[in-house]
């Protein structure tokens, strides 16, 4: 495990970093006495923090983790994302670049909170921006910790308890170091998150004349870390990390849920934060700068401005386009119809016509046959101004005498988070063009979905058998083992908080009156459908410890063009590996070289 690095000396790359977003520039470190020269050069500590924080806009060759679930499927056959399901998984291939750059950042944070939080530049005193300057530099230790607490979330949402250290500490000890249980990091990350919400900047825009640059508004605040506390305290009660825990124990980590949730819901609402009008407006190319999409989201962590996902992603067939990850026929029938009934309830559906009157989000998510998308496509290739999925197809792998090998397997192609605007091969009069991405770390939209699972199963295990409309008291111990009640009004149930994403969408509220069963099947197609390709699936699945099996038997959509330009459509089942999902895939397992660097001080993950 390699926990410390030579930071002093460190040339830290030139990065750009958002949340709704910071601009870095690049600074070089050399040794103690350099940095305290210059603001700036602790702020180039605080670049290579921000820069481990992960994301995921195709990190396996180009294929996105939602080409290991029932999301997508990589239309790049041989890819290492079929590692996660076909038997190639194992110690020995970890894959576990989240891992190396979680501790690698948590190295940096604590050598900014240890050892460069306590500086006064009494040098710069008398420059005339000295003030501004101490304003931001004095939030850095805040800053730090909310982000070694993140660093220790991906790594819990991965492995379960892993080795823990808040100092940095020799390689040897450093290696040797065993795991901590998963109750105590995630104790730690709720303390840590309160220690610091109070502390912390709140809003940056709220503070202009402090503020050196515009781009600042970017940086981790308040809400981040309320966001923090509130998704780690849902993962801390779901069912993988309470097993062996009694009904009581249960029932209290949902109780602290229910607070942290509520906590981040009423703060941000009371801030004006919410719904942006349009979830497209959340990565449009000005996300970062766009007041709607800032009014939902949290946190996002932003490259460099590029074309690279859209290059992995735009169709076979439209200039330098791969294919990419393509939503499968199981993603698609989950939008229901505009009535909010699923496709096999509903009487809107129509096989001849199985597009017509779904849920708007669908055609904001997918590409579908017959979509003129992206914007260049009919300049680009004037006898194909339309995409083309159907067998022999222009953009189809499937009878397709142009031979598009890499073409869509599903039928389908991914249309979020791609900018239908970006140009990807020069000719004649078009240039290339780039735009910035903002992976959507935290969002309004997922902390109501949030907040009303732990509503659901707070007020399930309480022996409601109508949980989803349930609201009143809930007492719960804090992070420090202080009791604490909040009143979940009537306006605060879990169909409530559930049905925001909807509506927004122009889908109808979830009905009242539904038992258990039926909400918790509702409340979870409605998270995969309205966080589709943002990171969610591969985790929630794991952390519910249900179907699993989805992500081994998956759809594509056939589709003929028949001689009256009409079309016929074949859903075929595809079965992954064995088609066995295996209960240690809940967890990573650690790599067989830290367990050996730590003189097995690491035990290996149950079942690897």
Known sequence: MKFKKNILGFAMAAVTLSSCNMDYNEYTAYDKEYIQRSFAYVGGLMTMIYNDIDTDWGNLSGAMLSSATDESEYSHDGNSVEDFYNGNWSAANPHQTIWTSAYEGITYCNEVIDNWSNLDFEQFKLNLDYEKQMYLYKNYVYEARWARAYFYFTLLRQYGGVPFKTTNTTGTEETALPCSSADDIFNFIAKECDAIKDSIIE??????????????????????VLALKAQAAVYHASPLFTQGKSADEK??????????CKELIDAAEAKGMGLADDIETLWATDYYSNTQSCKEIIFARRTASANTFEGYNFPVGYSSGQGGNCPTQDLVDAFECTDGKTIAESDLYDEANPYDNRDPRLTKTVVLNGDAWPNDLADYSADHPTVETYIGGYHSR?????????????GYYLKKFCNPN?????????????????????????????????????????????????????????????????AVPASQTAAKMASKTRTRSGMPAFAIGMNNDEFWAKYKNE??????????????????MEDGDKFMNIHRMEITKNEDGTFTYNKVAVTRGDGQWQAKWNLFPFSQTEIMKSGNAIQQNPGW
């Open 527 to 544: 998270r995969r459908v309205e966080l589709a390709f943002e990171g969610h699936r591969f985790y929630d699945v794991r952390r519910w």
């Open 398 to 410: 499937t009878g397709n005498a142009a031979g598009k090998s890499y073409a869509t397997p599903t």
């Open 251 to 260: 029932k209290a980590l949902w109780a602290a849920a229910v607070g942290a």
């Open 203 to 224: 809003d940056y825009s709220a503070d202009k004349e402090l503020i050196l640059a515009k781009a600042e508004t970017g940086r981790a605040n308040k809400y981040a």
């Open 422 to 486: 970006q140009i990807l091969r020069a000719r004649s009069g078009v240039a290339v063009t780039t735009s910035p991405h903002g992976w959507l770390t935290f969002r309004m939209g997922a902390m109501y979905l949030n907040y009303a699972e732990a509503l659901f199963q707070y007020f399930k295990a309480s022996g409601n058998g109508n949980a989803a409309d349930a609201s009143g008291s809930v007492t719960f111990n804090d992070a420090e083992g202080q009791p604490q009640t909040v």
